[in-house]
C-alpha cells in the first residue's frame, strides 16, 4: 500500500520543479549572489561575457564546446539579442545557456527600482519574444550589484550569478599567461568568467587540458541548483 504513495510524492515534486523552471511558480532562488558550485568536487564551469558579435571566435568556441560536450552559459544584453538574433539562436542551438545581462548594460547600482526592474525583466521579456527562450541566470553589469538587484532578479526567476575566477581573455594574450593566471587562483567549484573576444577560439583548448590535467571536470549549470 506504501508504493503507490511513494510514486505520488516522487510525481508531485518532480512537477514542482518543472513548474518552477517553466514560470510556474517562483524559482526557490536564494537572495544572494552566488560564486562557486559546491565547493568540495573539482569541479569549474565557463561562463563566457558578450558584448558583441564575434560571430568567428563564436562559431570556433561553440563547436569546440559540442565537440566536448561542455555546457556554459553566454551572458549578453537585450540590445545584444535584439541586434544578433540568429547568433543567440545558434547559441541555444549547440546546447548552451544564455544569461541576462540586463537591456542596455547600464550600471544598475545608479538606477531606480523601476529602472532595475525595466533592466532585468525587460531582458526576459526580449529573449522571450525573440529566442522564445526564458534564461535562470543574471549576471549584474561589471559585477555590481546590491541586495535590491539580486531580490529584482529572484522576482524575474533569475540566479544572480558571478565568477570566483576572471580569466583575462584579451586579444593579444598568450595561452601560457592565462594558464599561470588561472592555476594561480583555480579552487574546486570555481566559476570561470571568459570574455568572447578575438583570440579566445585558440586560448580555449590549452584551458581545458590544463584543467583536466590538474584533475578537475567542467561542469553544468545545472549542478548550480
Not at 532562488?29 to 559546491?38: E, I, N, T
Not at 529566442?131 to 553589469?141: H, Q, S
Request: glycine share 6%; with cysteine; charged share 20%.
Amino acid at each position: 500500500m506504501k508504493k503507490p504513495l511513494f510514486f505520488c510524492t516522487g510525481f508531485l515534486i518532480l512537477a514542482l520543479v518543472i513548474l518552477a523552471f517553466t514560470g510556474g511558480i517562483r524559482a526557490p532562488f536564494p537572495s544572494y549572489p552566488v560564486y562557486h558550485l559546491k565547493e568540495g568536487d573539482k569541479t569549474v564551469l565557463f561562463t563566457f561575457n558578450i558584448l558583441w558579435e564575434a560571430e568567428e571566435e563564436l562559431d570556433e568556441v561553440l563547436s569546440f564546446l559540442q565537440a566536448q560536450s561542455i555546457e556554459a552559459i553566454f551572458f549578453v544584453t537585450g540590445e545584444w539579442v535584439k541586434k544578433f538574433p540568429e547568433t543567440g539562436k545558434k547559441i541555444l542551438e549547440h546546447g548552451q545557456h544564455l544569461g541576462n545581462r540586463s537591456v542596455s548594460h547600464r550600471r544598475l547600482n545608479l538606477l531606480t527600482e523601476g529602472e532595475i526592474v525595466a533592466e532585468i525583466h525587460g531582458f526576459n521579456q526580449i529573449c522571450s519574444e525573440t529566442l522564445d527562450y526564458t534564461p535562470l541566470f543574471f549576471r549584474p553589469p561589471y559585477g555590481e550589484y546590491s541586495s535590491r538587484i539580486v531580490r529584482v532578479a529572484q522576482d524575474a526567476n533569475c540566479l544572480t550569478l558571478l565568477w570566483s575566477i576572471n580569466a583575462r581573455t584579451i586579444t593579444e594574450q598568450e595561452p601560457e599567461f592565462m594558464i599561470n593566471h588561472l592555476e594561480e587562483r583555480l579552487h574546486p567549484g570555481a566559476i570561470i568568467l571568459i570574455h568572447l573576444s578575438s583570440g579566445v577560439d585558440n586560448l580555449l583548448p590549452p584551458l581545458v587540458d590544463f584543467l583536466q590535467w590538474k584533475g578537475y571536470t567542467i561542469g553544468s549549470p545545472s549542478q548550480l541548483f
